[in-house]
């Protein structure tokens, strides 16, 4: 069942194309579906560019931080970007996330299964255990009469 297992995870692994192309199929075809990836594309979008202004602009090692109340205040705007540029990048979020779900789910599987069959042989030494004390107790009994 292991072997399955591990075979499964590897799968999903090298499926995250198949689950990409998946779930742009579904956004053609249901309206929700097309929202909802076209949002965590622009979703992506938005932070990937907040991300990349934050660390490579905003923080520069020579730049003070103005002291008292200058005023002085920066807005960045992100141009949005069109449905299917979001739909790209929204289904990449979405198909590696699924897979990730899976793969998670395979893990605290296996996990499960080797903490269910250590438990059944730890049950199983214990009477084996208790078969073999009981043994030895007969056999006290039988030498002492």
């Not at 992506?44 to 200058?70: A, Y």
Request: with cysteine.
């Amino acid at each position: 069942m292991e072997l399955f297992i591990e075979f499964f995870r590897v799968l999903t692994s090298t499926l995250s194309r198949h689950a990409n192309s998946a779930i742009k199929a579904s956004a053609n075809n249901s309206s929700i579906i097309r929202r909802l990836v076209i949002s965590t594309g622009r979703a992506r979008h938005s932070f990937s560019v907040r991300l990349s202004l934050r660390g490579g602009i905003w923080r520069l090692p020579f730049k003070r931080k103005p002291t008292g109340d200058s005023g002085s205040k920066v807005e960045l705007l992100i141009k949005p970007i069109d449905d299917e540029t979001a739909i790209d990048l929204g289904s990449g979020v979405l198909g590696d996330s699924v897979l990730m779900c899976i793969m998670v789910g395979t893990m605290c599987y296996s996990v499960l299964l080797r903490r269910r069959r250590f438990h059944e042989l730890a049950l199983l030494q214990e009477e084996k255990e208790a078969a073999l004390i009981a043994r030895i107790k007969r056999i006290e009994s039988h030498l002492n009469i």
